[in-house]
């Protein structure tokens, strides 16, 4: 059975903290992804990962930076927590190749930002 | 003008009922046309996904496309309670698993008992 992890599904910062939100596959996938979703918005792309060490800026990048030193894992950092950064995050990994390939998502990390 | 639009919602319809959930959008070169359904404190997880125009048929549901009016379909016949969960569209060019897929807002959807 396939698999996306998420470390945390709660998690409370206070403004300027730093935070890291990680994210585990277990599918062997190349690409991974950081999403947040807020009501009304949907899903917007932070930034994708297509190997390992690479990485490439998605729709709202700002305020965030990501590392994917291992296939498997890609960890999201948020440098200095702010309040309108409160929303749901989701990561998704799939895989290059088939145009069939879809996307499968973690369980999400709900972050509060105080 | 948002690339994919899709109604919020709360959709809340009797058990049994026909669900009709819809999304337009402007992107001319999408192709690749998706379903996901998130249930309450999940992440999205993939439904139906077609190609092109035309309809795909899996069980109750059925993924319909219609790329002249810019406009795609999924109906739920026989709709359950389990059925109630949020169903977001996707759209990309290049394909279904990757990074120019293009999400709606999601719908949310109660089935009553």
């Known amino acids: 059975d396939v698999k996306v992890t998420q470390s945390s599904r709660y998690l409370v910062k206070r403004t300027g903290e730093k935070v890291f939100l990680e994210c585990v596959q277990d599918?062997?996938?190349?690409?991974m992804f950081w999403y947040r979703q807020d009501p009304g918005l949907g899903l917007r792309l932070i930034y994708f990962s297509y190997d390992v060490k690479m990485k490439e800026k998605g729709d709202i990048p700002e305020g965030y930076s990501v590392s994917r030193e291992k296939k498997e894992r890609f960890s999201l950092i948020l440098e200095s927590a702010s309040t309108n950064q409160t929303s749901m995050y989701l990561c998704a990994s799939s895989s290059q190749g088939s145009r069939w390939d879809t996307q499968y998502f973690g369980p999400g990390t709900r972050l509060t930002v105080l | 003008q948002k690339e994919v639009e899709q109604d919020p919602g709360p959709l809340s319809v009797p058990e049994g009922a026909i669900v009709s959930l819809n999304c337009t959008y402007s992107?001319?070169?999408?192709?690749?046309f998706m379903w996901y359904r998130q249930y309450s404190r999940k992440g999205p997880e993939l439904l139906m996904y077609?190609?092109?125009?035309g309809n795909k048929e899996d069980g109750r549901f059925t993924a319909q496309v219609d790329k002249s009016s810019k406009y795609i379909s999924l109906f739920i016949r026989d709709s359950q309670p389990s059925d109630s969960a949020t169903y977001l569209c996707?759209?990309?060019?290049?394909?279904?698993?990757?990074?120019?897929?293009?999400f709606g807002a999601g719908t949310r959807l109660f089935v009553k008992a």
């Open positions: 996707a759209m990309s060019p290049l394909g279904a698993g990757g990074f120019k897929t293009i």
């Open positions: 992107n001319s070169a999408f192709q690749y």
């Open positions: 077609t190609y092109s125009s």
């Open positions: 599918m062997d996938h190349e690409n």
